[in-house]
C-alpha cells in the first residue's frame, strides 16, 4: 500500500506542479468563455458586402417602394432589361431584379430572376427573399380590400407554461416550472457533458502517454523492480485522475468568478438590451425582467446536491473505463503513432459517439436512444450527465451507475492483465490477436 501511495503521490505532484497544468487550469474557463463567445460572433456574423439593385417590376405590385438596407439598396426602372443594361456604364448597379406579376391574386408561388455577374450568397439570397415576400404580401391585401392591422392580430404568441397533472392543484406556478426550464437544462446539460467528454478523453490520452513515454525510455524496468506492474499500473491511474478531480474542483470555483467578473467590468447594459430587444420588436423591459427573473429562479431550484456528486461518480467511472484501456494500449506499443492510432480508434469511436449522442440527449432527454444511451457504460459517463439536469428517474441513474462501476472494474482487471505482459515487451508489436492471447494468460 505505501508504494502504491507513493506511486499516485508521484503522478499527481509531477503534473500539478507542471506550468502547462497551471496554465491549462487557470486560463482553461477563460478560454472556453472566449471560445463560446467567438463562436457566438461568427455564426451571428452577417455579410458586410453592399449590393445595388435595379428593379423591373412588370405587374407594378411594389409601387416603386422600397426600404433600403445594410445589404441592399434599391431602385426602379420601367425600362426593359436590355435598356437597363446598356446604361450599366452611366448608371453602375451590381444585379437586376425582374419580379413578373401574378397571375392570381391566390397564387402562391412566385418565381423572380435576379441577373448578376456575381453570385448571391445564402444570407443575401434568404433575406433577399424575405423583402420580396413581405411586399408581395402587402400587396395582395391591398388588392384583397383587407386590413392589415386585423390580419396582424390574427397571429398569437403561445407559451407553453409546464404543469403536473395534480387534480388538486389549479393555481398557475406552484411548481416553480417556467416555459424556460428545458432551455435551461439544455444549457446545463450540454456544459456538463462536454466538459466530461473533454476531462475524459484528455486525461485517458494523458495515461497513455505517460506508459508509452516510461516504456520507450526504459524507465518502467528499474521502476518493476520494487513494484507490481498492477500498482503501477492503478498508481498511474488514481494519480491522473486526481489531477482532473483537482481540475474541476478549481474550475467550478473559478467559473462562477470569471462570470461575475465579467459583468462588474464590462458591465451588461440591462437598458442597452431593452433598447435592442423593443426596436426588434421581440420583448420589453417587463418581459426582460421576467425572463432574467426566470433564469434565476431555474438556475436556484436546479438540484446542484444531486448533480455535483452524480457528475464526479460518472468522470470517475468514465475515467477508469477508458484510461485503463488507454494505459492498456500504452503498454502494449512502443513509439509508433501509426500502431497506437490503430488500437486506440476502438477507444475513441465510443467517446465521440457518446458526445454526438450527448447533443441529441439535451434536445430530447427521455428519447429512447438518450435513455439507453445514458444506461450503457461506454456512453453513459457523458450522455447521462447531460440528462441530469432534466430530473430522469431515479432507477435510470441508479442503473446508470452500478453498471458503469462494473464495467470499470472489468476494463481495469483486463487492462492489468494486458499491462503485466505487454509493459515488458519490446521488439514486437502489440496485434489484437497478441492482446487477447495477455489476457488469456494465467498468472
Same mark, same amino acid.
Given at each position: 500500500?505505501?508504494?502504491?501511495?507513493?506511486?499516485?503521490?508521484?503522478?499527481?505532484?509531477?503534473?500539478?506542479?507542471?506550468?502547462?497544468?497551471?496554465?491549462?487550469?487557470?486560463?482553461?474557463?477563460?478560454?472556453?468563455?472566449?471560445?463560446?463567445?467567438?463562436?457566438?460572433?461568427? +455564426?451571428?456574423?452577417?455579410?458586410?458586402?453592399?449590393?445595388?439593385?435595379?428593379?423591373?417590376?412588370?405587374?407594378?405590385?411594389?409601387?416603386?417602394?422600397?426600404?433600403?438596407?445594410?445589404?441592399?439598396?434599391?431602385?426602379?426602372?420601367?425600362?426593359?432589361?436590355?435598356?437597363?443594361?446598356?446604361?450599366?456604364?452611366?448608371?453602375?448597379?451590381?444585379?437586376?431584379?425582374?419580379?413578373?406579376?401574378?397571375?392570381?391574386?391566390?397564387?402562391?408561388?412566385?418565381?423572380?430572376?435576379?441577373?448578376?455577374?456575381?453570385?448571391?450568397?445564402?444570407?443575401?439570397?434568404?433575406?433577399?427573399?424575405?423583402?420580396?415576400?413581405?411586399?408581395?404580401?402587402?400587396?395582395?391585401?391591398?388588392?384583397?380590400?383587407?386590413?392589415?392591422?386585423?390580419?396582424?392580430?390574427?397571429?398569437?404568441?403561445?407559451?407553453?407554461?409546464?404543469?403536473?397533472?395534480?387534480?388538486?392543484?389549479?393555481?398557475?406556478?406552484?411548481?416553480?416550472?417556467?416555459?424556460?426550464?428545458?432551455?435551461?437544462?439544455?444549457?446545463?446539460?450540454?456544459?456538463?457533458?462536454?466538459?466530461?467528454?473533454?476531462?475524459?478523453?484528455?486525461?485517458?490520452?494523458?495515461?497513455?502517454?505517460?506508459?508509452?513515454?516510461?516504456?520507450?525510455?526504459?524507465?518502467?524496468?528499474?521502476?518493476?523492480?520494487?513494484?507490481?506492474? +498492477?500498482?503501477?499500473?492503478?498508481?498511474?491511474?488514481?494519480?491522473?485522475?486526481?489531477?482532473?478531480?483537482?481540475?474541476?474542483?478549481?474550475?467550478?470555483?473559478?467559473?462562477?468568478?470569471?462570470?461575475?467578473?465579467? /459583468?462588474?467590468?464590462?458591465?451588461?447594459?440591462?437598458?442597452?438590451?431593452?433598447?435592442?430587444?423593443?426596436?426588434?420588436?421581440?420583448? /420589453?423591459?417587463?418581459?426582460?425582467?421576467?425572463?432574467?427573473?426566470?433564469?434565476?429562479?431555474?438556475?436556484?431550484?436546479?438540484?446542484?446536491?444531486?448533480?455535483?456528486?452524480?457528475?464526479?461518480?460518472?468522470?470517475?467511472?468514465?475515467?477508469?473505463?477508458?484510461?485503463?484501456?488507454?494505459?492498456?494500449?500504452?503498454?502494449?506499443?512502443?513509439?509508433?503513432?501509426?500502431?497506437?492510432?490503430?488500437?486506440?480508434?476502438?477507444?475513441?469511436?465510443?467517446?465521440?459517439?457518446?458526445?454526438?449522442?450527448?447533443?441529441?440527449?439535451?434536445?430530447?432527454?427521455?428519447?429512447?436512444?438518450?435513455?439507453?444511451?445514458?444506461?450503457?457504460?461506454?456512453?453513459?459517463?457523458?450522455?447521462?450527465?447531460?440528462?441530469?439536469?432534466?430530473?430522469?428517474?431515479?432507477?435510470?441513474?441508479?442503473?446508470?451507475?452500478?453498471?458503469?462501476?462494473?464495467?470499470?472494474?472489468?476494463?481495469?482487471?483486463?487492462?492489468?492483465?494486458?499491462?503485466?505482459?505487454?509493459?515488458?515487451?519490446?521488439?514486437?508489436?502489440?496485434?489484437?490477436?497478441?492482446?487477447?492471447?495477455?489476457?488469456?494468460?494465467?498468472?
Amino acid at each position: 500500500m505505501n508504494k502504491l501511495w507513493l506511486i499516485i503521490k508521484r503522478e499527481y505532484l509531477s503534473r500539478v506542479k507542471t506550468k502547462s497544468f497551471i496554465l491549462t487550469t487557470l486560463l482553461g474557463p477563460i478560454i472556453m468563455v472566449v471560445f463560446i463567445a467567438i463562436v457566438g460572433l461568427i +455564426f451571428g456574423y452577417e455579410s458586410d458586402e453592399t449590393r445595388e439593385i435595379v428593379i423591373i417590376d412588370r405587374g407594378d405590385m411594389l409601387e416603386h417602394k422600397m426600404k433600403d438596407t445594410e445589404s441592399f439598396f434599391f431602385r426602379f426602372s420601367d425600362k426593359d432589361y436590355a435598356d437597363v443594361v446598356a446604361e450599366k456604364e452611366q448608371k453602375p448597379f451590381d444585379a437586376i431584379l425582374i419580379i413578373p406579376p401574378l397571375k392570381e391574386v391566390a397564387d402562391r408561388k412566385l418565381t423572380i430572376d435576379y441577373h448578376s455577374e456575381d453570385q448571391l450568397d445564402i444570407d443575401g439570397m434568404l433575406a433577399l427573399q424575405n423583402i420580396i415576400r413581405d411586399k408581395i404580401r402587402d400587396y395582395k391585401i391591398r388588392e384583397l380590400s383587407l386590413d392589415s392591422e386585423q390580419l396582424d392580430n390574427l397571429r398569437t404568441s403561445i407559451t407553453v407554461n409546464p404543469e403536473p397533472l395534480d387534480p388538486d392543484d389549479e393555481e398557475e406556478g406552484e411548481t416553480g416550472a417556467t416555459p424556460i426550464t428545458s432551455m435551461v437544462g439544455a444549457i446545463i446539460g450540454g456544459s456538463m457533458g462536454f466538459v466530461m467528454y473533454f476531462l475524459v478523453f484528455i486525461n485517458g490520452m494523458m495515461v497513455m502517454r505517460s506508459v508509452m513515454e516510461e516504456k520507450t525510455n526504459r524507465i518502467v524496468e528499474v521502476m518493476i523492480s520494487t513494484v507490481k506492474p +498492477f500498482q503501477l499500473m492503478m498508481g498511474k491511474l488514481i494519480g491522473v485522475g486526481g489531477v482532473g478531480l483537482t481540475q474541476i474542483l478549481i474550475w467550478a470555483i473559478l467559473i462562477p468568478l470569471i462570470v461575475v467578473g465579467a /459583468n462588474l467590468i464590462f458591465g451588461f447594459d440591462t437598458g442597452q438590451a431593452v433598447d435592442l430587444s423593443e426596436a426588434s420588436g421581440e420583448l /420589453n423591459t417587463e418581459d426582460l425582467e421576467i425572463m432574467m427573473a426566470q433564469v434565476t429562479a431555474e438556475l436556484s431550484a436546479v438540484n446542484w446536491w444531486l448533480l455535483v456528486p452524480c457528475f464526479v461518480i460518472f468522470f470517475l467511472g468514465g475515467y477508469l473505463v477508458y484510461s485503463s484501456l488507454f494505459a492498456a494500449v500504452g503498454s502494449a506499443i512502443g513509439d509508433d503513432m501509426a500502431e497506437s492510432q490503430a488500437l486506440t480508434m476502438p477507444i475513441t469511436i465510443p467517446v465521440i459517439l457518446a458526445l454526438y449522442i450527448m447533443f441529441a440527449a439535451i434536445r430530447a432527454p427521455n428519447s429512447s436512444l438518450a435513455v439507453w444511451s445514458s444506461i450503457f457504460p461506454l456512453f453513459s459517463p457523458i450522455v447521462m450527465p447531460a440528462r441530469l439536469a432534466f430530473d430522469p428517474p431515479a432507477w435510470q441513474i441508479l442503473l446508470s451507475i452500478v453498471l458503469l462501476l462494473a464495467t470499470a472494474w472489468g476494463c481495469v482487471w483486463v487492462s492489468a492483465r494486458i499491462y503485466r505482459t505487454g509493459i515488458l515487451m519490446y521488439g514486437k508489436k502489440g496485434t489484437f490477436k497478441e492482446i487477447w492471447k495477455w489476457v488469456r494468460a494465467k498468472q
